[in-house]
């Protein structure tokens, strides 16, 4: 079955940074694109990141542009998300999101709390 675990979630000090990972298993992970997204409390669940199959091309939302990276291993199945800079407007359960062809899965989430 198609799963995906998020983890590297935490407690940082504003202008810290956290490196998100998503280990992908159940489908053909190389062939997909994959995406990041957020959710605060009393928030809608919004965009953060994407990547293309072959992590040739990606695209940011403008809250995060500059300061997050996303990357993927298509060896090892794994999706990433580099926060840098972070800024407590960043708090939000991160989760990890394929689009396969007929159905969307998304990870448990990982909470990502940035703070002093």
């Not at 009393?42 to 990606?58: H, P, Q």
């Not at 394929?98 to 990502?112: E, F, I, K, P, S």
Request: hydrophobic share 35%.
């Amino acid at each position: 079955q198609v799963q995906l675990v998020e983890s590297g979630g935490g407690l940082v000090q504003p202008g810290g940074s956290l490196r998100l990972s998503c280990a992908a298993s159940g489908f053909t992970f190389s062939s997909y694109r994959m995406s990041w997204y957020r959710q605060a409390p009393g928030k809608e669940r919004e965009l953060v990141a994407t990547i293309a199959s072959a992590g040739d091309s990606t695209n940011y939302a403008e809250s995060v542009r500059g300061r997050f990276t996303i990357s993927r291993d298509n060896a090892k199945n794994t999706l990433y998300l580099q926060m840098n800079s972070l800024k407590p407007e960043d708090t939000a359960v991160y989760y990890c999101k394929a689009l396969l062809r007929w159905t969307t899965y998304w990870g448990q989430g990982t909470q990502v709390t940035v703070s002093s």
